[in-house]
């Protein structure tokens, strides 16, 4: 009876424990968190939102994450609204939602600045089409 118990017991363990410590996939996504809370009945972690747009004006994709680590929660809260890259790490076949309501772990962040350009802009040369510029003058050419 007890081994029928135990053995079940065991390996629901084991792969709760490989799931969380082997990674599938690691990778960085960019964009504005736009929804990031602790929730949870009994297990709260936090969890969030980033809306990642590729295009101005066009519809953003959501990426969910999860994070367990609360410095790196505090990081996100305080740059919330601003662009963001978040690093994160996929662990696949989490038996529950206790550890996280997704897949994806965010373990670092990093705010994005924007660059501003270091040197000035060169001049344009000017335009020698056929159709010149307005109000320039032609000499024309002598005849033989």
């Known amino acids: 009876m007890t081994v029928v118990v135990l053995v079940p017991l065991l390996v629901i363990t084991?792969?709760?424990a490989i799931a969380l410590n082997w990674s599938y996939s690691r990778g960085d996504r960019s964009g504005y968190v736009q929804k990031f809370s602790k929730k949870g009945w009994l297990c709260k972690t936090w969890e969030g939102e980033l809306a990642i747009v590729n295009v101005p004006g066009s519809q953003p994709e959501i990426f969910r994450f999860t994070v367990r680590d609360d410095s790196v929660a505090q990081q996100i809260?305080?740059?919330?609204?601003?662009r963001v890259t978040l690093s994160y790490q996929q662990h696949m076949g989490i038996p529950f939602s206790c550890f996280g309501d997704?897949?994806?772990f965010v373990d670092s962040v990093l705010a994005i600045t924007e660059m501003t350009p270091t040197a000035p802009m060169p001049p344009m040369p000017p335009s020698g089409g056929a159709g010149g510029s307005a109000g320039a003058t032609t000499t024309p050419a002598p005849r033989p």
């Open 14 to 16: 084991l792969w709760t």
């Open 77 to 82: 809260r305080q740059i919330m609204g601003d």
């Open 102 to 104: 997704t897949e994806y």
